[in-house]
């Protein structure tokens, strides 16, 4: 136990949990970056609906979107800090986690803001399929994205995350990872992304996938058609060409989408306190 409101203490435990030595790539990091963009980006600018607040993966309406496969894994690496810092919120701590997993993997630091609530408002409940589908194009991208409210740059900007992690093939049917060494945040899948060359392959399952061999490498690398449609589409390029060349601006950029990712559908005043949403119904407020 803590005393409530000491995120330090919550940070500390996150970053002691992330080594991981039997899971994936050792490091529990770039799942738990995952779960924080998905509590946040089922966001929809329009109804006001969706977001992190209300940590609504909990639950079987959103939790079992076959969107969020695989996630139950981040939760389940969380829970021992719920379970010591109980006054924390599950909304406040997945994008904590990820906001902590990438500044420990040498990404850059992400303002984060406390304050979110545990209270399901059914009214904000975001229906299913509201998260990227990897297997489509830029005009899908543009839909997803344009709907929370990001431009072309915020889109390239953020999609430089998947420098971290995998794609299982039990969790989305994609597999295999996009760089050598996915647990170390860097601008490497943009580099890759222009310098390698992609080949199309489809896997067992039948999913269709972008693949490179190098004979040097452990195993083969891999893109989504929805990574390569950055590189092919005249408004996504030049950014691609931008965080490639350099990757000060690229942390910079990132640290600044990725704050704001995980604030849709929160309001706040200018203490920080939020104000869209019912005080009276569960949450801790510092
Ligand atoms: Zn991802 N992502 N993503 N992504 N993602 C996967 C894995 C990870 C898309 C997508 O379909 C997939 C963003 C955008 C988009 C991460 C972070 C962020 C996987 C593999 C897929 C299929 C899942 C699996 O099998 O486990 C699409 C289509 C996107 C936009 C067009 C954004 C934005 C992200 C954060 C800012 C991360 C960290 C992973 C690795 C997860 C892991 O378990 O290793």
């Given at each position: 136990?803590?005393?409530?409101g000491?995120y330090?203490?919550?940070?500390?435990?996150?970053?002691?949990?992330l080594?991981?030595?039997?899971?994936?790539?050792?490091?529990a990091?770039?799942v738990?970056?995952?779960?924080?963009?998905?509590?946040?980006?089922?966001?929809?600018a329009?109804?006001?609906?969706?977001?992190?607040?209300?940590?609504?993966?909990?639950?079987?309406?959103e939790?079992?979107?076959?969107?969020?496969a695989?996630?139950q894994h981040?939760?389940?690496?969380?829970?021992?800090?719920?379970?010591k810092?109980?006054?924390?919120?599950?909304?406040d701590?997945?994008?904590?986690g990820?906001?902590?997993?990438i500044?420990q993997?040498?990404?850059?630091?992400?303002?984060?803001?406390?304050?979110?609530t545990?209270f399901?408002?059914?009214?904000?409940l975001p229906?299913?399929g509201?998260?990227?589908?990897?297997?489509?194009?830029?005009?899908?991208?543009r839909?997803i994205?344009?709907?929370?409210?990001?431009s072309d740059?915020?889109?390239v900007?953020?999609?430089?995350?998947h420098?971290?992690?995998?794609?299982h093939?039990?969790?989305?049917?994609?597999h295999?990872?996009?760089?050598?060494?996915p647990?170390?945040?860097?601008?490497?899948y943009f580099?890759?992304?222009?310098?390698?060359?992609?080949?199309?392959?489809?896997?067992?399952?039948?999913v269709?996938?972008?693949v490179?061999?190098?004979?040097?490498a452990?195993e083969?690398?891999?893109?989504?058609?929805?990574?390569?449609?950055?590189?092919?589409?005249?408004?996504?390029?030049?950014w691609?060409?931008?965080?490639?060349?350099?990757?000060d601006r690229?942390?910079?950029?990132?640290?600044?989408?990725?704050?704001?990712?995980?604030?849709l559908?929160?309001?706040?005043?200018e203490?920080?306190?939020?104000t869209?949403i019912?005080?009276?119904?569960?949450?801790?407020?510092?």
């Amino acid at each position: 136990m803590s005393n409530p409101g000491d995120y330090d203490a919550v940070r500390k435990d996150i970053a002691s949990l992330l080594k991981q030595p039997e899971y994936d790539d050792g490091s529990a990091g770039p799942v738990l970056v995952r779960l924080a963009w998905h509590s946040s980006g089922t966001y929809d600018a329009e109804t006001d609906t969706g977001g992190s607040n209300g940590a609504g993966m909990r639950y079987e309406a959103e939790g079992g979107d076959p969107a969020n496969a695989g996630l139950q894994h981040a939760r389940v690496f969380l829970e021992p800090v719920k379970s010591k810092h109980t006054w924390v919120t599950y909304s406040d701590l997945w994008t904590l986690g990820g906001v902590e997993a990438i500044k420990q993997m040498g990404g850059p630091e992400i303002e984060w803001k406390a304050g979110r609530t545990d209270f399901v408002d059914d009214s904000k409940l975001p229906p299913r399929g509201r998260l990227p589908d990897g297997a489509q194009g830029a005009d899908h991208i543009r839909f997803i994205f344009y709907r929370m409210g990001f431009s072309d740059q915020e889109i390239v900007a953020l999609s430089g995350a998947h420098n971290l992690g995998r794609c299982h093939s039990d969790r989305s049917g994609f597999h295999g990872a996009w760089v050598n060494n996915p647990t170390r945040f860097s601008n490497t899948y943009f580099r890759l992304m222009m310098s390698l060359n992609w080949k199309e392959k489809t896997l067992d399952n039948g999913v269709r996938q972008f693949v490179h061999y190098d004979e040097d490498a452990d195993e083969e690398l891999m893109m989504l058609p929805t990574d390569l449609a950055l590189l092919s589409d005249p408004s996504f390029k030049p950014w691609v060409e931008l965080y490639a060349k350099d990757r000060d601006r690229f942390f910079e950029d990132f640290a600044k989408v990725f704050a704001k990712l995980i604030e849709l559908g929160i309001e706040r005043d200018e203490k920080g306190g939020i104000t869209n949403i019912d005080n009276e119904k569960g949450g801790y407020h510092s």
